[in-house]
């Protein structure tokens, strides 16, 4: 039987009451939860095919795979994405847990992923009953083969990128091993500092053209607001996707058809993306002034919906801190043990609220 931690969150809820006392309420920027409108033609497609009243096709329609290989070579350089390597998700969170048991890892199998992480890697090894290996240096494996390495980048809750180099040496590593790839890229298009882009694990200069032992997974949420319609994808070696089709079709795991529609529009149209990224540039800006002007230290953060931010103290008290002036943020220590002197905060509020926490500093 396997052993889950504490949901994380829940430890937030005696911060949130005492930042909601505030006489202008809570600014909260603990969760990277959208607040801006979905646009308008995706909801205008999905409610065009609200009339479903057939089963939809667990492989996701054709036209929605063309879409999104047609994204992936538009925006991500991803120059042989190919419609047939391509599978939508229910939202990426359910894939990033569930991902090891669909690929059939369990007992005596080793799941890797970053010393500072979106906890749900470590949950998927242990609903598969694999062993959770958080490391940031494949080398202290030794020869172990993992089953599966994974990698974020943009990283959650970070914002570090990962340059080309790095990621080349991850999939020779692997490769070497026979060990699956798996790249979390949910914030790929939001990278801020030119010297820093944010690459896909599936580009030819990472894989040298081959997707193989690869997987990349990406998600609607952050990208076109869409985070209520639990949309995503995962996309790469040909072959691991075609294992995750067919136990997907078993379990039916399934995208509804008018969730599809929406991501058709939404992976066709990249202005909307260019707007967003806009408001999330401008709040950023603001949001990293203010703590900067406050006292805080701003690590990595180069790409993502997060600054990472540290006032050289356990981050308990830097939440406590910022809670009593009415602003809620995220504890690194959720992420992993070397968190534990950073908080996370999202520039996902809205233009009013990010302009009332940095008033509040």
Excluded at 268 to 288: N, P
Aim: with cysteine; hydrophobic share 45%; charged share 20%.
């Amino acid at each position: 039987m396997f052993t889950l931690p504490d949901f994380p969150w829940d430890r937030l809820e005696p911060y949130k009451e005492l930042a909601g006392r505030h006489s202008d309420g809570v600014v909260d920027l603990s969760v990277g939860t959208p607040v801006d409108p979905t646009p308008e033609p995706i909801r205008a497609a999905l409610a065009a095919a609200a009339n479903a009243p057939g089963y939809p096709m667990t492989y996701g329609r054709p036209e929605l795979r063309e879409s999104i290989a047609g994204w992936l070579r538009r925006r991500v350089g991803v120059t042989g994405a190919d419609p047939a390597a391509v599978l939508p998700v229910i939202g990426t969170k359910e894939l990033v847990a569930w991902l090891p048991t669909l690929l059939g890892a369990g007992a005596g199998d080793q799941v890797v992923f970053p010393e500072l992480a979106y906890p749900t890697y470590d949950v998927g090894a242990r609903l598969a009953g694999a062993e959770p290996v958080a490391t940031d240096g494949l080398l202290s494996l030794g020869p172990a083969a993992p089953t599966i390495v994974w990698v974020n980048s943009p990283s959650n809750p970070t914002g570090k990128v990962l340059p080309v180099e790095h990621l080349r040496k991850v999939v020779a590593w692997a490769r070497e091993r026979g060990s699956i790839v798996v790249s979390d890229e949910c914030y790929l298009e939001f990278g801020w500092e030119p010297d820093h882009p944010p690459v896909s694990i599936l580009h030819p200069d990472v894989c040298e053209g081959s997707h193989q032992g690869l997987l990349a997974l990406n998600s609607l949420s952050k990208r076109s607001n869409m985070a209520g319609y639990r949309a995503g994808f995962v996309a790469g070696d040909a072959a691991l996707v075609k294992r995750l089709l067919e136990v997907r079709k078993h379990a039916g795991m399934i995208v509804p058809a008018p969730i599809q529609a929406a991501m058709i529009a939404a992976f066709d149209d990249d202005a909307h993306v260019d707007e967003q990224r806009e408001r999330y540039a401008r709040r950023r800006a603001v949001l990293r002034a203010a703590f900067e002007g406050h006292g805080f230290r701003i690590d990595h953060s180069e790409a993502s919906l997060y600054l990472w931010a540290t006032r050289g103290e356990a981050c308990w008290d830097t939440v406590s801190y910022l809670a009593e002036r009415g602003i809620l943020v995220g504890p690194g220590e959720f992420y992993g043990a070397g968190g534990a002197r950073h908080v996370r905060i999202a520039f996902t509020a809205t233009d009013e609220r990010v302009a009332e926490a940095a008033a509040r500093l």
